[in-house]
């Protein structure tokens, strides 16, 4: 029986999708995996096709992370919320249509929805405006109610996580098990009090989220600036309309027993809007969410997407290779969101500058220990005593004796690690890590968003970036060089390339 021959589709795809990286699947379940959309702490986002669709729609695929759901009963929480999430209600928020979580990785895909996250919205244009505003706060608790109503609480609700599309806003992703401790290592204005102390995701901690987003969306700032500041402090309701401050205060409250529920929010929220836009307002026909965003959403502009040939073929290696992509096009323009889902964050009128590539270097591998050149070391997030300000730990290593010559292309982070052994008395130390660092990210390290594949495989960064990453990320192998000594205290680093598992021929 002969085999099936290949097949092209064209696939509409953001204008700046970033390729796979050194390491990433070919495909995932029954998906194509053409490109990165963006990689957190919680696993990586790629843009995805299903062969057996007609339609080639562009699909999302986040890949899990599998470290905070190693232990079984870990495993069945992850499926049982992915189950509850697929049977939420699509309209406002963005479900799972599949998932495995018995897979060594485990996975979810859900539709691509185009747009701006409200983060990079808002940092580029300002505040929204009333109208604006009050359509986003409605959506978001209408979505908010939907995920309620099936006992699942959102968890991770934040200004990256919502979606502005010109349709209106969407919510997506959401908290998954094992995401605890990530979450009070990377506090945020966003999140409830309660669950920096360890408490699971709740509704009440969900309206807590809410109010710190409309505060933000209405004055381009958090409630509370302050990193370190009590819950207790009085939050910041500047710009948000007087009508819709005493709900928003309500939901700011310290203690969840005294914020108002979800239903509460959108009553309130509708009835801010019925006193702001008087009783003369056309009618139409659905929810009292849908009468706002039909009165008050002034369309986003979304990036359009350009075709793309993907070659799809029954004759490739499954998980090892990549689909080939035959039409042009430049890197992402979805950004990472918060957890690890994801959301388009094109600039508008062409995205931003071009950054030049840094000179040529060797590509960093797993041989790179066996020659002589600048030292290899671990970073460690969880060696970081002060992951913010430094100095940042690190670790001289060498590879261990006992570890294999070609290693397996699809370990996780902590794996890959344990490979490494400490060199030395002295072996840890510190050092200063600037924003003028040069860093070069080749797989773990890869936030995605943004960031150009040159021509050793590797992605350009800077030091504040890699700093980010040592606040909620996994360990990193990398080579480092320092700038010249000059007094005391820990040396500078002035470069920072990260050696990787090289995929087997």
Not at 46 to 73: G, I, M, Q, R, T
Not at 104 to 112: D, N, Q
Not at 383 to 395: F, I, K, R
Not at 401 to 413: F, G
Request: charge should be negative; proline fraction near 11%.
């Amino acid at each position: 029986m002969s085999r099936p021959a290949e097949r092209e589709i064209s696939v509409l795809v953001p204008p700046h999708l970033a390729p796979l990286a050194p390491g990433d699947p070919g495909s995932v379940g029954p998906y194509v995996l053409i490109g990165r959309l963006g990689a957190g702490g919680t696993g990586t986002v790629f843009a995805a096709v299903d062969p057996a669709d007609a339609s080639a729609e562009l699909v999302v695929v986040k890949v899990v992370h599998p470290w905070p759901v190693e232990e079984p009963e870990n495993r069945e929480r992850l499926r049982a919320r992915l189950e509850a999430l697929a049977g939420v209600d699509g309209r406002c928020y963005v479900p799972p249509t599949a998932f495995d979580a018995a897979a060594e990785h485990p996975w979810l895909a859900m539709p691509y929805v185009a747009g701006l996250p409200l983060d990079g919205f808002v940092r580029e244009h300002g505040p929204l405006g009333r109208g604006r505003l009050i359509a986003l706060v409605a959506t978001l608790g209408e979505a908010l109610s939907a995920l309620h109503s099936h006992d699942v609480p959102h968890g991770d609700l934040t200004p990256d996580n919502v979606l502005l599309s010109s349709r209106g806003p969407r919510l997506l992703d959401c908290a998954l098990p094992g995401d605890g401790e990530l979450l009070r290592r990377t506090a945020t204005p966003w999140t409830a009090p309660e669950r920096l102390e360890g408490g699971e995701p709740s509704a009440a901690a969900d309206v807590f989220s809410w109010a710190a987003i409309a505060v933000f969306a209405a004055s381009g700032r958090p409630p509370i600036d302050d990193e370190g500041a009590p819950a207790s402090v009085t939050p910041w309701l500047q710009g948000v309309p007087g009508e819709m401050r005493p709900i928003v205060r309500r939901a700011l409250s310290e203690d969840p027993r005294d914020r108002p529920t979800v239903r509460e929010v959108l009553g309130a929220t509708i009835a801010a809007w019925e006193a702001i836009s008087g009783s003369d307002a056309p009618q139409v026909q659905g929810t009292a969410v849908t009468q706002v965003l039909s009165r008050e959403w002034r369309g986003i502009v979304e990036p359009d997407r350009l075709p793309r040939l993907v070659r799809l073929g029954t004759n490739r290696r499954r998980g090892a290779g990549r689909a080939v992509l035959v039409a042009g096009g430049s890197v992402v323009a979805l950004a990472l969101i918060g957890g690890g889902g994801y959301a388009a964050y094109a600039a508008l009128n062409g995205g931003g500058t071009e950054q030049a590539a840094p000179p040529p270097a060797p590509s960093p591998s797993a041989s790179s220990d066996a020659r002589q050149g600048p030292p290899i070391v671990r970073f460690d997030p969880a060696d970081q005593e002060n992951p913010a300000e430094g100095p940042w730990v690190y670790t001289r290593v060498e590879r261990r004796p006992s570890a294999p010559e070609t290693p397996a292309a699809t370990l996780a982070p902590d794996a890959w690690s344990e490979q490494w052994q400490p060199v030395g008395e002295d072996a840890v130390q510190e050092a200063v890590i600037t924003e003028d660092t040069e860093v070069l990210c080749a797989r773990f390290c890869v936030p995605g968003p943004g960031y150009v594949e040159d021509d050793r495989g590797t992605f350009p960064m800077n030091g504040r970036e890699f700093i980010d990453y040592l606040a909620w990320g996994q360990p990193v192998i990398a080579e480092v060089e320092f700038a010249e000594e000059g007094g005391d205290g820990p040396r500078e680093i002035s470069r920072i390339v990260e050696v990787y598992p090289t995929p087997p021929d």
